[in-house]
């Protein structure tokens, strides 16, 4: 099991940046990959992001390249979200996920989710 802990949403205005975590703990040693997802009201969740555990490759979502980066602490077991250029439209309901080395496309495990607003 792994247990996924985010944090670091809040309310803040467009153009402003924000910075969220996710911290793993349990069996991190069996991650391999950790994604990052929103989900707005009255739409469907979609994928911001993912980064490898072990190898640190990333891949972003066209409507946010540019603007968010994913990084992780291997040391802290920690990923994060640094979004930048914040959008109306980024208002959402943030959420890390976790896949292992089992299932490397599966995203088996989630965390309770963290709420952005962006005012306009």
């Known amino acids: 099991q792994v247990q996924l802990v985010e944090s670091g949403g809040g309310l803040v205005q467009a153009g402003d940046s924000l910075r969220l975590s996710c911290a793993a703990s349990g069996r991190t040693f069996s991650m391999y990959a950790m994604g990052w997802f929103r989900q707005a009201p009255g739409k469907e969740r979609e994928l911001v992001g993912d980064?490898?555990?072990?190898?640190?490759?990333?891949y972003y979502a066209d409507f946010v390249k540019g603007r968010f980066t994913i990084s992780r602490d291997n040391a802290k077991n920690t990923v994060y979200l640094r979004m930048s250029s914040l959008k109306p439209e980024d208002t959402a309901v943030y959420y890390c996920a976790a896949s292992t080395q089992s299932s490397p496309s599966r995203y088996d495990y989630w965390g309770q989710g963290t709420q952005v607003t962006v005012s306009s």
């Open positions: 980064i490898t555990w072990s190898g640190g490759s990333t």
